[in-house]
Every structure is written in C-alpha cells, then in structure tokens.
C-alpha cells in the first residue's frame, strides 16, 4: 500500500553536518566550544547518545541513512562508485510519493563527483540545490560557486585566501539562505529540507572572525596516534580522502 501524508503530517528538517562527532557540540559535553543552535537542539529535541554510525566512510554512511540499510546490503561499500543502485529506494523518494515537496540543500553524495556533477537518481527532490564541496572543480551544475560568482566573487580565490572563505560567502551561508528560500515558499503540501552543510570537514579552514573566537593555546591537543596514519593508509583505496597526515601538518 502505496503511503500519503495526511493533513497533520509534520514538515521535517534533515540537517546534517559532514564527518562532525558528538563530542565536538557543547550540549554533549565538550567545555571548549561554542555550539549554541545545535545546543539548542539537544535541549529542545531528542539526542541520540547510544546510536552508532554505519560507516565511518562518506557515500557508505549516506548511503545507510537515505535508504535504511546497512551500506553491505546495497553493496556501496567505498566512495568514488560510478553509479548509486536503483533500488532500494531512498526515503527522500518515499516521502515524495507519499505526497511530500522536498528539497535538497548542498551535498549528496551517492555516487562519485570527481571531475563530474554527481547523476541524480530517482531521489524525489523537486527543490535542488547543489554542493558537493566548496570547491571551484565543477564549471556548470554547482549552484553554490554560482552563487559566490552572483556576489562579485570567484570561489576558486576565496578558497585560497589563508584566512578563509568571508563568514558571509562561506557555504554553511549559502545552506542556510537557500534553506530558508525553499521553507518560505508556498507549500500546498507538507515538506521535507535535506540539509547537507559541508563543515567541520577538512580542510579545516573557518572563516577568520569565527577562528579568531578560540585561543589555541587554550585547546586540547589532537586526538592522535601514529598507529592512525597506519590505518587510514589501509582505508585509502575505499574512503578517497586527501594523503595521510599527522595533525600538525594539517
């Protein structure tokens, strides 16, 4: 039986930062940082402390929250796969059947978008705008550089700049005014906003005036281990992320 909303179903809004753990939010006890919305949204919501990600690796990880399985049944095990399986469907497609207007903010990841804009599947977003990276690699399709470039800038200088892409050009920005422009529309119908904000991942290079609210010195050291570099070196020909490194050349 097919579903359909019904007239008291809730608007949802999906947020969902890239590679950020648990213990980087003030709410959930780390001393050192300033987190106040997502504090917020522990306080006000529902906090998950005993659930585990599926996959420490992007496209797997992605891959089991769109779809409600686990990352081995669907057989997308690594990044950088050519193509996402069409079945089994994503819950985004779902919820659009059943009558939902959704919208994708930033990035999707399902499939590999080195040297391409990532193929849609069947994802059901009526509303699109994408970002895979704040990144210049894409000459048509990335509707954030397009932005940047509607404010007089090129993305691929701001990127850079030693001091970071301007808080008011930075692509957390640009997710949160598009969000905003797709919740303000005229909705006949309940909604669904798929969030997808590219921070805290690397390379770790915030804008100035939130670096500059944090003294180093005052900070814990990382969490590291040189065994780690052994490790990821083992995961590189799945997780296609940049060369192994100890923290302090990051």
Known sequence: MALKYQQDSPNILWICTDQQRYDTIGALGNPHVSTPNIDQLVQQG?????TYCQSP?????????????????????????????????????????????????????????????????????????YSHAPRDDWETGHDYADWVRSKGHILGELTGNVEGVPAELHQTTWCAEKTIEFIQQEHDKPWLASVNIYDPHPPFNPPQIYREMFNPAEMPGSLFRETDLQQQNKLAAVDFQSKCQPPEKL
């Not at 529902?46 to 005993?50: E, G, I, L, P, S």
């Not at 690796?57 to 193509?83: D, E, K």
């Open 46 to 50: 529902v906090a998950f402390t005993h």
């Open 57 to 129: 690796i992007c496209t797997p990880s992605r891959t089991s929250f769109l779809t409600g399985m686990y990352p081995s049944t669907v057989h997308v095990n690594g990044n950088g796969n050519a193509f996402f399986p069409k079945i089994p469907p994503l819950v985004t497609s779902i919820l659009s059947k059943a009558g939902y207007h959704c919208g994708l903010i930033g990035k999707l990841h399902l499939a590999s978008a080195y040297g391409r804009i990532e193929p849609r599947v069947n994802d059901g977003y009526s509303y699109w705008r």
